[in-house]
T-cell receptor
């Protein structure tokens, strides 16, 4: 079983829709949770960075962490064609020199 | 403010050869981590360098080695290349050994033929 599970998609929605992306994890030591956006043939771009449980909002993006269920989500409001990319969830424990564990990524396509 | 820069962007090597990839961290960052991303997969952690030492290593063979210089830049070396080493190699920089937020470069796409 992988430490981080993410539905690979692809996910296709019309422009303006609300998008929900999710990941589950098994390691209860994870304390930091991240979402990265990756365009084709580019490096991952950090979108959201949260510590422990709760919600964090940044513009059209909202990240939610539920540590009791070991479940994290990213919501995109008013989706735009430019949001079409692969979204990677990522997480790590609070410890020295800890490595980031990534999900396999969800491919998202926003139809104009 | 320059972000994380990697060189070269693309590279083609033959099986058995050796390759060196380079990374300059984001300004103000002192920690560099290297990741391997196969097509359709998430990045896999190779190792992390802080204060010019390897601090943690992922599940990669000794053919993968690295170095960090006093100016915090880093190199990834891969010896005896295999076809399976073909991937996007990503460098991430952060501040301090605890990691904080990690920012990635655009990657080096390595093709082994």
């Amino acid at each position: 079983q992988k430490e981080v599970e993410q539905d690979p998609g692809p996910l296709s929605v019309p422009e303006g829709a609300i998008v929900s992306l999710n990941c589950t994890y098994s390691n209860s030591a994870f304390q930091y949770f991240m979402w990265y956006r990756q365009y084709s043939r580019k490096g991952p771009e950090l979108l959201m960075y949260t510590y422990s449980s709760g919600n964090k909002e940044d513009g059209r993006f909202t990240a939610q962490v539920d540590k009791s269920s070991k479940y994290i989500s990213l919501f995109i409001r008013d989706s735009q064609p430019s949001d079409s990319a692969t979204y990677l969830c990522a997480m790590r424990p609070y410890s020295s020199a800890s490595k980031i564990i990534f999900g396999s990524g969800t491919r998202l396509s926003i139809r104009p | 403010d320059a972000g994380v820069t990697q060189s070269p962007t693309h590279l083609i090597k033959t099986r058995g050869q050796q390759v060196t990839l380079r990374c300059s961290p984001k300004s103000g960052h002192d920690t560099v981590s290297w990741y391997q991303q196969a097509l359709g997969q998430g990045p896999q952690f190779i190792f992390q360098y802080y204060e010019e030492e390897e601090r943690q290593r992922g599940n990669f063979p000794d053919r993968f080695s690295g170095h960090q210089f006093p100016n915090y830049s880093s190199e990834l070396n891969v010896n005896a290349l295999l076809l399976g080493d073909s991937a996007l190699y990503l460098c991430a920089s952060s501040l301090g050994s605890l990691g904080s937020e990690a920012f990635f470069g655009q990657g080096t796409r390595l093709t082994v033929v």
